[in-house]
């Protein structure tokens, strides 16, 4: 029974999303007018029937599915008036970033701005898990009426932009699942919680607020 206590308390952290920006965000961010996306560094489950060289490809065939999928859910938000900042298409971005170096360290976030010509860029790290199989799950259900935890994604983001050394925003963004639950799902919504909590959407508190304050403050 040791066991069942750190499981059970992943469950309760099932889903969660937490943001840290600079306190002038609003005045940083609405003068920016493009953003690329990096490719994630990813990281996803090894299977042990996997070579070096399937999980590799595997990893970077992942990699380019989330950039891809930040990429549509920043345009649909734009499209949908939520996002005011255009975003460089992925293949306009790849050409630039990894040539330069960016998967091997070989190149900064704040370097890439300017090579791609934006005001900012969305880097991110995302790991893919499976904490238990599904057959330990359902062992441990039938056994003794615990939920475990089968599939475990996690998404952190910074906006890194030209004038700075740090990043002007971070973002984590959790979810877990239990048995049944689907990764592409799951990955789906932490993708629009990503761009939805972004401070590009000022129609979204906390930024709607601090953009009702940067307008009343004359805009300077």
């Not at 057959?135 to 475990?148: E, P």
């Not at 048995?179 to 939805?196: D, E, H």
Request: positive net charge; contains cysteine; glycine residues 4%.
């Amino acid at each position: 029974m040791k066991y069942l206590i750190p499981f059970l308390f992943v469950f309760v952290l099932s889903s969660c999303v937490s943001v840290d920006y600079l306190p002038h965000i609003i005045k940083i961010t609405q003068k920016h007018h493009a953003i690329a996306v990096l490719p994630p560094r990813t990281t996803i489950e090894r299977k042990i029937w996997m070579t070096d060289d399937r999980f590799n490809e595997l990893t970077l065939q992942k990699q380019r599915q989330l950039q891809e999928q930040l990429i549509r859910s920043f345009a649909r938000r734009m499209n949908e008036g939520k996002c005011f900042v255009e975003v460089l298409d992925i293949n306009s971005t790849n050409d630039v970033v990894l040539p330069s170096g960016y998967n091997e360290g070989r190149i900064s976030p704040k370097e890439l701005c300017k090579l791609l010509k934006v005001d900012a860029v969305l880097e991110s790290n995302v790991q893919i898990l499976e904490p238990v199989s599904e057959a330990t799950a359902i062992f441990f259900q039938q056994a003794t009426g615990t939920t475990l935890i089968t599939n475990s994604i996690t998404l952190r983001a910074s906006l890194v932009d030209t004038l700075g050394n740090v990043p002007i925003w971070n973002l984590t963004a959790m979810k877990n699942g239990t048995l049944g639950s689907i990764k592409q799902v799951m990955m789906n919504k932490v993708i629009r919680r990503t761009t939805r909590n972004t401070p590009y959407n000022i129609k979204k508190n906390p930024y709607r607020k601090l953009y009702q304050k940067y307008v009343e403050n004359g805009a300077l």
